[in-house]
């Protein structure tokens, strides 16, 4: 198979492309800056339509990752990278006759900010939606299911919390304040969470790229299946990369109005730096949130091939290599 990966200087687009590779596709990976892999690479901003018909031009497939994965920043950033991209996208495989699309999405498109206990994918909806980057990725899910078509079958995957060695989001976030001593447990720490390793939610997106065709016009929420105490989580990656883990905890009430302060402020002095703490990261902390898999696994004929455990010893074994 012929395939276009956009964002594969990301951790997950990075891992998706050699995964590709490695059974024998034929990969152009598109993204800013040099990926390093050996494919062909086309490098420029994935809203600029020029770049991406170079970089659609020949392909079978298309998995559009790219996008602007952050809690801060104008609202314009998100829509060009994230709503525009995605448009630029679309366009681009209509034009190039590309015949699958895997739209890479998040389960924070459907997340009003309740509990979300065995849930499905349930719809796009960014009027409801967190943040600038939950209601950018909502936008564009829904841009690329319309674009579902007879010749362009297109398929959302929703990956969770994607984390493994490497990743400057999840990990690199928690490790980084549990070293600077600014990690609280947020709530009870009780919370049950859904979380997925890079080399399944790699798997899975290779899965959704043979499926699509027969499997197309939906949105698929692709996670581990090990739902697991929130506090245990973060006390595992804790763990792995050899950092202290939670020492206090804040109540959700607490951190939800300091998540807030904190974005006021940084959004008053136009701070481009993570906040210490946001409104989103509370609700994430404190509130149940794990999936139903069914639909997914069976639509995919996907399963996780990492168990949580074996993924924290690889976390683990990668932090004491030196990283």
Known sequence: MRVLVTGASGMLGRATARALLARGDEVTVLQRRPSGLPCREV???VADAGVVARAAQGRDAVVHLAAKVDVTGPWAEYAR?????????VAACRAADVSR???????????????????????????????HYSRSKAVAELDALTADSESL??????????????????????????RAGRLP?????????????????????LAAADACGPVHGEALVVSNGEPRPVGEVVARLC????????????????????GGVAEGVWTATGRRSTPPLTRFLAEQLAT?????????????????HVGLDE?????????????
């Open 239 to 258: 763990r792995a990369a050899g950092v202290p883990g939670p020492r206090r905890r804040v109540p959700f009430g607490v951190a939800w109005l300091a």
């Open 288 to 304: 149940a949130h794990w999936f139903d898999q069914t639909r997914t696994r069976a639509a995919l004929r996907w399963r996780p």
């Open 101 to 131: 699309l895997v739209h890479v999405s998040s389960p924070s498109v459907a997340h009003a900010g309740a509990a979300l206990v065995g849930a499905g994918a349930e719809p796009a909806d960014p009027a409801r939606a967190r943040g």
């Open 43 to 45: 490098l420029g901003d």
């Open 185 to 205: 447990l947020v709530g009870s720490g009780a919370a049950l969470v859904d979380t997925t390793y890079v080399d399944n939610a790699a798997a899975a997106l």
């Open 153 to 178: 079958a297109v398929l959302a995957v929703r990956p969770h919390l994607v984390w493994g060695p490497g990743d400057p989001q999840l990990v690199g976030r928690i490790v980084e304040r549990a």
């Open 311 to 323: 993924g924290f010893a690889r976390l683990g074994a990668w932090y004491a290599s030196g990283g």
């Open 81 to 89: 990278a994230n709503v525009q991209g995605t448009r630029t996208v």
